[in-house]
């Protein structure tokens, strides 16, 4: 059959980045325990595109994440970003891969357990033989104001907030550390699962640990700046103000 893609394009401008994207997929996930989560991906894949070619051939990305299996860790990264390179004649290949990443949380007081979810997400890129591979996780967490603490007769508003790690590292950090580092961070960490004890125990927690955004960006970094493997990040913390018609932002990134 006709090959419609490889044939000349006339305009010379080369594409940095095509392929397919918003693919669901399901694969399984290495943890720390080294034992396999099953999850849902979506997934991004794409590689250059040379002057001379009208396109690229959307199939091949399918073919190349269906021969590599539905298992999915940092180590085989690099062998589904050279099999793009080699299938579709590319010089670099790129994978994202966003998925929601379970743990099981036991609740403070009650010790009840309840399933926690967070968003990961690996952002992979090979040009030539050299690998880039940032890890993203995404942790939701309680905020307690020190300002409406030490200014109110009673009470202090509190509000629940993301923090957004990104980074990059010499060696493998897993995803349960960024979330324990995250969840160290902030007045509270959340849970599925709460009893009235838990509830109290909390709340408590948070009265006696109140951070403002700025606080809980600056308390993720010194976490982060412990861990010598890691040689870049950006974390960003928004919290959903519960008494603002708007939300408070703050950012550190290193490198």
């Known amino acids: ?14 594409i940095d980045k095509v392929g397919v994207r918003g693919l669901r997929f399901p694969v399984q996930v290495l943890d720390k325990a080294r034992t396999l989560q099953n999850t ?22 399918i073919e190349v994440l269906n021969a590599h299996g539905s298992v999915v860790h940092v180590e085989n990264i690099p062998d589904i970003l050279y099999a793009m390179q080699k299938r579709l004649h590319a010089e670099t290949a790129h994978l994202e891969m966003e998925f929601p990443y379970f743990m099981v949380k036991r609740a403070p007081v009650s010790g009840l357990p309840g399933v926690m979810d967070y968003t990961a ?8 033989k050299d690998i880039d591979f940032v890890l993203t996780v995404k942790v939701p967490v309680t905020t307690l104001c020190p300002c409406s603490k030490a200014i109110s007769q009673y009470g202090a508003h509190n509000q629940r907030g993301l923090v957004t790690v990104a980074l990059r590292s010499t060696a493998t950090v897993w995803i349960e550390d960024v979330i324990e580092m995250v969840e160290q961070s902030a007045s509270s960490e959340l849970f599925a699962l709460l009893k009235r004890q838990d509830e109290k125990a909390v709340t408590e927690r948070a009265y ?6 700025e606080d809980l960006v600056r308390n993720v970094v010194v976490r982060l700046n412990a861990r010598k493997e890691i040689t870049w990040y950006k974390v960003e913390a928004e919290n959903y103000e519960s008494i603002h018609n ?10």
């Open 1 to 14: 059959m006709h090959d419609k893609q490889s044939e000349r394009d006339h305009r010379q401008l080369r």
């Open 40 to 61: 849902i991906a979506t997934i991004g894949m794409f590689v250059d595109l040379p002057k001379e070619f009208k396109g690229t051939h959307m199939s091949r990305f």
């Open 121 to 128: 997400r690996f952002d992979a890129a090979a040009c030539g």
């Open 208 to 213: 006696e640990n109140p951070v403002f955004v």
């Open 246 to 255: 708007h939300n408070a932002y703050a950012c550190i990134e290193k490198g």
